[in-house]
């Protein structure tokens, strides 16, 4: 009887989907970090999904995590946008770093394309500084608790692929309870530790410097 009812909860879970039920999606194109670096500069920004389960093609680019039912069956949780989590975060990228008075050139790429395409992709915008974001882990799991592996790169290159920054921040961490309402406390806990992750790469000393300079 329990294989049952975990059989058609699971069923149910994918039919919502299915049917573009809104309800199990997070909003961060609408995250709105505060980043120190400000210019008047071009900047070049590559936001590329390298989560391995993206890159080999068994998880769609627009999945951000799962939220657990009564019998801890997943259900995915998806972009809002229903666009690739690494589109959405790239938005949010060049849209805080327009506010700070740079003038961004957004480089679509894909899951896929090797490291050495990306950089060349960038370069060839001929903007005066060249931006990779990498995202190799990015995986809410919510249950009672949210918790959110993570694991971002930031590479800061000039004109001509010079490195001149890097950082990297990785963990796993319990972003506490969802509260009464689960889906309402992940919908929110989610986006609100995108924001500060963003800003704990952007405005690192190192990272604010090369893109002023």
Not at 18 to 47: D, F, H, M, Q
Not at 61 to 79: A, E, K, L, Q
Not at 196 to 210: Q, R
């Amino acid at each position: 009887k329990m294989k049952n009812l975990i059989k058609f909860a699971s069923v149910l879970a994918a039919m919502l989907m299915a049917s573009g039920c809104i309800r199990y999606t997070y909003n961060l194109a609408n995250v709105k970090p505060e980043l120190y670096p400000a210019g008047n500069g071009s900047v070049a920004v590559a936001s590329q999904d390298q989560r391995n389960y993206v890159v080999s093609g068994k998880t769609k680019p627009i999945v951000v995590g799962v939220i657990r039912g009564s019998f801890g069956n997943p259900i995915y949780m998806v972009t809002a946008s229903r666009r690739p989590l690494a589109d959405d975060m790239g938005d949010v990228i060049t849209g805080a770093l327009n506010k700070k008075g740079f003038k961004t050139i957004p480089v679509v790429v894909a899951a896929t394309e090797p490291k050495k395409q990306v950089r060349k992709k960038l370069a060839d915008t001929g903007a005066e500084k060249l931006i990779h974001f990498e995202i190799k882990q990015w995986k809410s799991d919510t249950y009672s608790n949210v918790r959110l592996e993570y694991s971002l790169n930031l590479t800061v290159f000039d004109a001509k692929g010079k490195v001149l920054s890097e950082k990297q921040i990785t963990g796993d961490e319990n972003l506490g309870s969802g509260g009464f309402n689960i889906l309402k406390g992940t919908r929110k806990k989610v986006p609100q530790a995108f924001k500060k992750k963003l800003e704990g790469l952007f405005n690192e000393p190192d990272i604010t410097k090369a893109l002023q300079r």
